[in-house]
């Protein structure tokens, strides 16, 4: 069972920038891994995936420019870089992987999930 715990979220300032790390319990370096979001009262919604090597990655376009997806293998654990932060940020930040190969937006296809981390922008 892969166990996923994220961490880095908190209060920022709009302008501001953020890490999250996402850290497995077991390995997941052959595992696509991403991260989405859910704001208060809206549906979840996909943000970033990578692929297992770190060569591929699939941002989405609200966020492209701003954010960036990593990996540390070795250390079983994802980043993504958050800059030039928004209010329209504010969400709950989840994990996810994925056992196939595909690097993609739908969360159906994430078998595990982390609890998520709080982000809240402020304007």
């Known amino acids: 069972q892969v166990q996923l715990a994220e961490s880095g979220g908190g209060l920022v300032q709009a302008g501001g920038s953020l890490r999250l790390s996402c850290t497995a319990s077991v390995s997941v370096r052959t595992f696509t891994m991403g991260w989405f979001r859910q704001a208060l009262g809206k549906e979840r919604e996909f943000v970033a995936a990578i692929s297992w090597t770190g060569g591929s990655t699939n941002l989405a376009d609200s966020i492209k420019d701003r954010f960036t997806i990593s990996r540390d293998n070795t250390k079983n654990t994802m980043y993504l870089q958050m800059n030039s932060l928004k209010p329209e940020d504010t969400a709950v930040y989840y994990c996810?992987?994925?056992?196939?190969?595909?690097?993609?937006?739908?969360?159906?296809?994430?078998?595990?999930w982390g609890q998520g981390t709080q982000v809240t922008v402020s304007s």
């Open positions: 996810a992987a994925d056992r196939s190969s595909l690097v993609r937006r739908g969360t159906a296809g994430y078998d595990y």
